[in-house]
């Protein structure tokens, strides 16, 4: 028998956020409030609060003028003003283009004819004037005096900062608030990966305690208080508008819906930073992926509510035999367990049926809990006839069930038109189900002509923005275009807002001119669909750094095409019908365009 080489098991401990925090800093965070009101004793030996401290939190100077939180980024931070002068920009919040954002401009009928005929020669070609400082521009980012490096070592423990010039005069025209000493922002964001709603100014020189979400996440399980004040600060602030925006609740009055809220359950389950293991994770049998999916909810059990997911995705699956076959998957705006209770209260004297499918947590999913008592009492008396859900037929647990591989359901054991199965649970192992534009390929219609690259490459200046290569299922390829995902984890650390979502269509994009080329957003995406590249100039030179006279680099993926009219030209130029850009989630359109 061979040797066995053991190890030390690798813990988040190991990658502190301030490598350099000391012990001083932790006993100054432990008499700052709400610190210094922990009891210390509720935490366990495996995570102690001064180790939370220790590993999980930083303090951090900003200047005046210095961008602290920027609207529409994806929030990973928590933070706490110590000392100075925050300003919070209110709704509308600041133009576009301080924030570092592109202004997205459909062309015209001219100008993407034109294209064709302007295509440079060189590579990956950009003019330098782009990337120099306008006079008219509020806002700086390739200047290397308007960013400072704060935080650790690695790509992860690093955090660039960006000024806005002329902050003083900048904000005169926007409505503010204030953010006081002593008060905690961000953590909603932090905890839910939910976009910032707002931007927040240094008007002053600054101290704040930044705060990991995976420290907040833990004081938030051990320390009642604090967790309810994050709770009420949700109900406070969003949990109402969330409910009423759900079509199960949006014909109820505010009463109505407050006292739904008052008795609503907060749950997460999972991996926040699912992204970080993911490629160690795909390596893996399924069965082993499925036993590490935490469980939400189980087939048989009773539905003590109707779970509404508020953030993430969440396997649907039932078991058959020894296993369990993926149904299909839910994600932001899905719900779990209502067919149950409707028919349960509708059918009171032919028997009460329990949950017909087990619900797990694909990387992270967090979880609003509406008690069955609350659905009863206040939801589906008045609920229009048109909302409520198909009738459900009864599943006789523990029978052996004979499948069709490709198409069956799983419940009777008919066959059915439908997605299969092991494109379905493929989609949802891979995480496939993240994408809302992905680009998926019939390789059984598909000829290898290459035209869908090439009409990639006209639209973007010669250089194609994917590769015809990916994840092959049955006769399908998930190729390697960029997703533009339900949960971006790309933008999460860029440090100009170059990467974002275009907030009326919903595309991530890239601003070529704000991006610095950290490779931040490339790291972070977890199916390698962002590339660097070396920028040249018009007669193929690279574009170098002044101050190190290395090539510049930037981030590129697709845009969807964007600013083309038509959208996608991958999609248009098949000759074949064999690609689709196509949202994952949506089992019709991906069961029709299969049956085409």
């Known amino acids: 028998m061979a040797d066995t080489v ?5 813990r988040r401990w190991d990658n502190p956020f301030d490598p350099e925090f000391g012990e001083q800093n932790v006993d100054r965070v432990m008499a700052l409030e709400p610190f210094a009101s922990m009891d210390e004793s509720v935490f366990p030996p495996s995570a102690p609060l001064r180790d939370i401290v220790s590993h999980d939190m930083r303090f951090v100077r900003y200047g005046t003028g210095e961008i602290v939180i920027r609207e529409g980024d994806y929030g990973t931070l928590a933070f706490l003003l110590i000392s100075g002068d925050l300003s919070v920009v209110l709704p509308p919040g600041l133009p576009r283009d301080i924030l ?33 400082e306008s006079e008219s521009s509020e806002s700086r980012f390739l200047e290397t005096d308007t960013a400072r490096v704060i935080g650790g070592t690695g790509v992860r423990g690093v955090q660039l900062v960006f000024q806005l010039p002329n902050a003083e005069e900048v904000l005169r025209d926007f409505s503010t608030v204030a953010i006081k000493p002593g008060e905690m922002f961000g953590e909603i964001a932090a905890l839910t990966r939910a976009t910032r709603l707002t931007s927040v100014i240094a ?30 600060l949700y109900r406070a602030h969003t949990l109402a508008s969330h409910l009423q925006q759900t079509p199960l609740f949006s014909h109820l009055d505010e009463e109505t ?7 609503t359950l907060f749950e997460s389950y999972g991996d926040f930073d699912w992204h970080i293991s ?43 035999n020894h296993g369990h076959r993926t149904i299909s998957y839910v994600g932001v705006g899905g719900s779990y367990g209502l067919e149950e209770v409707v028919h349960n209260w509708q059918q009171k004297e032919s028997g009460r049926f329990t949950l017909q499918h087990t619900l797990r947590s694909v990387g992270y999913t967090d979880i609003l809990r509406v008690p069955t008592d609350v659905i ?14 198909k009738p459900i037929d009864r599943r006789i647990n523990n029978v052996p069930v004979l499948m069709n591989r490709r198409k069956t359901d799983t419940s009777t054991g008919r066959q059915k038109s439908g997605v299969p199965s092991p494109i379905l649970e493929s989609f949802v192992e891979n995480r496939f189900i993240n994408g809302t534009a992905s680009m998926l390929i019939d390789l059984d219609r598909c000829v290898r002509c290459d035209a869908c690259v090439e009409a990639c490459a006209k639209g973007h200046n010669n250089n194609p923005r994917f590769i015809r290569h990916g994840q092959k299922i049955d006769h399908y390829m998930v190729a390697n275009a960029c997703m533009h995902c339900a949960d971006p984890v790309c933008m999460i650390g860029c440090p100009t807002g170059a990467i974002h979502r275009i907030a009326t269509t919903g595309e991530v994009v890239i601003n070529d001119e704000t991006c610095i080329g ?15 590249v070396d920028v040249r100039d018009n007669s193929g030179n690279y574009i170098r750094d002044e101050a190190t006279n290395l090539p510049i680099m930037k981030a ?17 130029a098949c000759p074949h019908d064999a690609l689709t850009r196509i949202d994952l989630t949506d089992t019709k359109n991906i069961i029709d365009w299969m049956n085409r």
């Open 556 to 572: 590129t993926k697709c845009d969807l095409c964007v600013d083309q009219l038509g959208g996608p030209a991958c999609q248009r």
């Open 518 to 532: 950290c490779s931040t957003c490339a790291s972070n995406c977890p199916y390698d669909n962002i590339r660097m």
């Open 100 to 132: 570092g954002r592109a202004e997205v401009r459909h062309k015209g009928l001219f100008e993407a004819l034109s294209q064709l005929w302007r295509i440079p020669n060189t590579q990956e070609a950009r003019d330098p004037a782009n990337f120099r």
């Open 376 to 389: 009863e009492r206040f939801v589906l008396p008045t609920l229009p006839g048109n909302r409520y859900p």
């Open 278 to 320: 993911f490629n160690r994770l795909a390596g893996e049998s399924v069965q082993e992926r499925l036993e590490q999916e935490p469980l939400i909810a189980e087939e048989s059990n009773y539905p003590d509510g109707v779970l509404l997911i508020r953030s993430g995705f969440a396997r649907l699956s039932q078991q058959i």
């Open 257 to 263: 819906i407050h006292k739904i809220a008052d008795r």
């Open 203 to 232: 008007t002053s020189d600054v101290e704040v305690l930044q705060i990991r979400r995976q420290g907040i996440r833990d004081i938030n399980r051990y320390v009642v208080a604090f967790r309810e004040k994050l709770i009420e």
């Open 6 to 10: 053991t190890i030390q098991r690798p």
